[in-house]
């Protein structure tokens, strides 16, 4: 492989080595998404703009990867008892899907005021839904008591090596039909798909500057990142609903301030009106957190024109009645 890659310092919990094999795992089982590009965003931009279109993934996001990646690797007996996972949003489909596609049981700890879209989608791949009323319980802990009395694995969004290791993958396909890249732009949550993207890139891109994208309502993964102290944000309200997380995780923490060079913010607006871009100009339908990584390009936050740039859009799972009330 390429030498000129920084090697990684023993300690982090995720290699380029753990990706390569996390995109053994998942050949013919996920999308290998297309790499769209826009000739009115190149020349908006002044640059090469690549998009990897993971708003086409199973599952409508890139959480499949890492869902799938996570659910074949448990063991046997793991298998046969099943797993539990909290979610809202797009890792509750992703493990609903992984689940069903390699018969092992899921159960996904939900809030009650879930939209329906989501509660059926995840319903639809036959996932066993357990709602909580959020003013009183907290998830996590509703889903630890039901992990300790079932027997099941906890599979958490982001938190994870094999989870890390699989959304990696995208980066890792991207890189693989564009060639080598000068900056990735990334939307950041709880750091699963950043880490996982960033470990990727540089080894097949050594010198590539990759750059999170968080909402600006939510960004403690941007003052962790500058301060090198893990921030939390708390209830962020912010329309990205797949990057409300409090915070950057155990295992993401350590792999964003090593393989990440810059993370920056953008409000709600200017997220909206990459997202209305890219479905009016590139026809693509992406949700508000899948542009994140767009918006943070088009609003200039870095410097890079001229330059030759991968952006991930990360999902596509659009409330159309939410965002037809906000307009
Ligand atoms: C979950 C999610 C993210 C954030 O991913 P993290 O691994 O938590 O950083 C970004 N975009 C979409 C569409 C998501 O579903």
């Given at each position: 492989?390429?030498?000129a890659?920084?090697p990684?310092?023993?300690a ?19 999308h ?18 690549f ?5 086409l ?27 539990v996972?909290?979610?809202s949003?797009?890792h ?13 049981p ?5 809030p ?6 989501k ?6 791949y ?12 907290s998830?996590?802990?509703i ?14 969004s ?21 060639g080598?890249?000068d ?5 950041c949550?709880g ?13 097949l891109s ?17 003052r ?27 295992i993401t923490?350590?792999?964003?301030l ?14 909206l ?7 009016e ?13 767009a ?28 965002l037809?009330?906000?307009?």
């Open positions: 492989m390429n030498s890659a920084r990684a310092p023993p982090l919990p995720v290699t380029y080595d753990d990706v390569a094999a996390a995109a053994r795992m998942l050949a013919g089982r996920c290998r998404t297309p790499v769209m590009t826009s000739r009115t965003v190149d020349e908006r931009c002044g640059a090469s703009v998009f990897k279109c993971e708003n993934q199973r599952g409508g996001a890139f959480k499949f990867r890492g869902a799938y990646n996570a659910l074949t690797r448990l063991p046997a007996e793991q298998k046969r008892r099943g797993i996972a909290y979610s949003g797009n509750a489909q992703a493990v609903a899907l992984a689940g069903h596609l390699l018969r092992i899921v159960l996904v700890v939900m009650q005021d879930a939209p329906a879209i509660v059926e989608a995840t319903r639809g036959s996932a066993e839904i357990l709602f909580y009323d959020r003013s009183r319980d998830r996590e802990a889903a630890e008591r039901l992990a300790q009395q079932r027997g099941l694995a906890v599979i958490p982001f938190d994870h090596p094999h989870v890390v290791a699989g959304q990696g993958t995208a980066a890792k396909e991207l890189i693989e039909d564009t080598p890249l900056f990735l732009f990334v939307p949550g750091g699963g798909l950043i880490s996982g993207c960033a470990i990727a890139a540089s080894q050594p010198g590539i500057k990759v750059v999170g994208v968080e909402p600006a309502a939510g960004d403690d993964a941007t962790s990142f500058h301060t090198r102290t893990l921030h939390v944000v708390e209830h962020p309200d912010t329309i990205a609903d797949g990057a409300r997380t409090t915070s950057l995780g155990k923490f350590p792999l964003v090593h393989y990440v060079s810059d993370m920056v913010t953008v409000t709600d607006e200017e997220l009106r990459a997202m209305f871009f890219i479905w100009r590139m026809k693509l339908v992406v949700e508000p957190t899948g542009a994140l990584g918006a943070g390009l088009f609003e200039g936050k870095v410097d890079a024109r001229g330059a030759r740039i991968g952006v991930i859009l990360s999902g596509g799972n659009a409330d159309f009645r939410q037809a009330r906000l307009l």
